[in-house]
């Protein structure tokens, strides 16, 4: 089946910092979306990208589905921003989204 | 802004009961979907359920485990007899009935924790 890797998996940065988060798949797919897993267990769907660039305040996401990547980017990070993000992705003639095992990040005051 | 909302938030069973538990998709998506995630690990796929019949379904989901549409609204996941490797947060996702590719973006609720003694 498809493998879908993030990187880092751990990720500590303080308040204010920017960072990357990336997203690698193995194969072709439909779609990918980016989901933001808070404290409290919840997933925040953050965007639906399954090409191109998307922005969201200081968020946005780029996804070059020829190359079989996406970035998702933070920037002037804040401590509720912590949590695991993890990126999913839809393969051709399936149903289920496959998730990536995530990057979990923790901002600092 | 319109939600999946899940109950209960917590349950809490003993190894070889029976649990149910529920979820109310957004009220015009029409597919339904549920997933869990072990503690610490990557979220799951478990089924998928559209036009009142499952439509992909993992390994995962055995003879176990079983999902209905009992109403217009409710949506539930049945776990016959339960394991203790059972024991996960179990989420539930509904879409929009799609029309165009911007509207399989997945939406998911705050999900049940299930804990098997």
């Known amino acids: 089946g498809i493998q879908v890797e993030q990187s880092p998996p751990d990720l500590i940065l303080q308040e204010g910092a920017n960072s990357t988060l990336r997203c690698n798949f193995s194969?072709?797919?439909?779609?990918l979306q980016w989901f933001h897993q808070n404290p409290w267990g919840q997933l925040i769907n953050l965007f639906y990208?399954?090409?191109g660039t998307k922005q969201n305040g200081r968020l946005s996401a780029t996804t070059v589905a020829t190359e079989r990547y996406s970035l998702l980017y933070i920037s002037s990070s804040q401590t509720t921003d912590s949590g695991v993000y993890f990126c999913?992705?839809?393969?051709?003639?399936?149903?289920?989204?496959?998730f990536g095992s995530g990057t979990r990040l923790q901002v600092q005051p | 802004e319109p939600e999946v909302t899940q109950t209960p938030s917590h349950q809490v069973t003993q190894m070889g009961q029976e649990v149910i538990l529920r979820c109310v998709p957004i009220?015009?998506?029409?597919?339904f979907y549920w997933y869990r995630q072990i503690l610490g690990q990557k979220v799951e796929f478990l089924v998928s359920?559209?036009?009142?019949?499952?439509?992909?379904k993992s390994e995962i989901f055995d003879d176990q485990f079983s999902v209905e549409r009992p109403d217009g609204s409710n949506f539930t996941l049945k776990i016959r007899s339960t394991k203790l490797e059972d024991s996960a947060m179990y989420f539930c996702?509904?879409?929009?009935?799609?029309?165009?590719?911007?509207?399989?973006?997945?939406?998911f609720g705050s999900g049940t924790q299930l804990s098997v003694l």
């Open positions: 990208i399954p090409s």
């Open positions: 359920f559209y036009n009142n019949e499952i439509s992909e």
């Open positions: 996702a509904s879409r929009d009935p799609g029309g165009d590719a911007t509207n399989e973006k997945l939406f």
């Open positions: 999913a992705v839809h393969i051709p003639g399936r149903r289920a989204l496959t």
């Open positions: 194969d072709s797919v439909n779609n």
């Open positions: 009220s015009n998506h029409l597919y």
